[in-house]
């Protein structure tokens, strides 16, 4: 009779310390937390976190390149079942957010990490890579689905730049004002850009 797998794996260890930490830093802010209170909240001792990462920096780029990593392959996803950019954006738009890792449950911890490593210039080509990493898959996105069209955009690089910079914009719009920053306000903004694109490249 084989025995049951009691020791959490790796991942499992990380993801209960990406969660855990999330919950630390909305409560004490970032600067405040522990990395003490951040492994008891996951249920570890601080070897534990230790044995997974060094420092409480290393943990946040974790958390940070995990974010990306995963909304790549949800975007990825959407664009295998959805050819069309109607019928993306739509999947997008309606996308159970709830099932998201914590940063992307809570935009305005997402935003505040970024500034935390964003402060010491050499942490700031981590940040980066994610940002290429985005852009990369936005302009992925857009050549897929323009050509399914049959058309193609002059500059799909450019365009992801200014979608990424739509979409973190008016996210922190959202936080800032949400009285006169609707929910759909980046999806708004992409039909118009979309309209432009499509012209431009007619």
């Not at 969660?19 to 209170?37: L, N, R, Y």
């Not at 935009?107 to 985005?134: D, S, Y």
């Not at 936080?175 to 007619?202: K, Q, Y």
Request: neutral net charge; glycine residues 4%.
């Amino acid at each position: 009779m084989s025995r049951l797998r009691t020791r959490p794996t790796r991942d499992d260890t990380c993801e209960k310390l990406f969660e855990a930490a999330a919950t630390v830093f909305e409560e004490q802010g970032i600067g405040g937390a522990s990395i003490e209170a951040i492994a008891a909240a996951a249920g570890f001792s601080r070897g534990a976190f230790y044995s997974n990462f060094k420092s409480k920096d290393e943990l946040i780029i974790a958390m940070l390149e995990d974010h990306v990593d995963q909304s790549i392959r949800r975007n990825l996803d959407l664009l295998a079942k959805h050819s069309s950019l109607d019928d993306f954006l739509e999947a997008l738009r309606t996308m159970d957010r709830g099932r998201q890792d914590p940063l992307g449950r809570s935009p305005l911890l997402h935003m505040e990490m970024i500034l935390f490593v964003a402060r010491a210039e050499q942490r700031r080509p981590e940040l980066a890579k994610r940002l290429r990493a985005r852009r990369r898959l936005i302009a992925e996105i857009v050549e897929t689905t323009l050509k399914n069209t049959g058309k193609t955009p002059r500059n799909a690089e450019w365009t992801a730049a200014i979608v990424l910079a739509l979409e973190d914009g008016f996210r922190l719009h959202r936080l800032i004002d949400p009285e006169t920053t609707p929910p759909d306000s980046f999806f708004r903004a992409i039909s118009d850009l979309r309209r432009v694109i499509v012209v431009s490249s007619a």
